[in-house]
């Protein structure tokens, strides 16, 4: 009739190792998030020197169209 663990220290060592574990896991979580939070800061401004470089060369494409037009002139 008895379903007690003989040995409860057992038990709560088991416990412990298994909560261990978890802290690892979100430990190990938390620094793959950091981690992805840089790479999309990093690809952020990636892409705002490739959209300024791309303003700049239509806004220069403007100007060198006005030039020809003048040349051709």
Excluded: C, W
């Excluded at 909560?19 to 690809?43: G, N, R, Y």
């Excluded at 952020?44 to 494409?61: C, K, M, P, Q, W």
Aim: net charge negative.
């Amino acid at each position: 009739m008895s379903l007690v663990h003989a040995d409860p220290s057992a038990e709560l060592r088991a416990r412990d190792r298994e909560l261990t574990e978890i802290a690892k896991s979100i430990a190990t979580l938390a620094e793959l998030f950091k981690d992805l939070s840089v790479l999309v800061i990093d690809q952020g401004t990636l892409l705002d020197s490739v959209e300024y470089n791309i303003e700049r060369t239509a806004v220069d494409l403007e100007e060198s169209v006005k030039e020809l037009n003048v040349a051709t002139k």
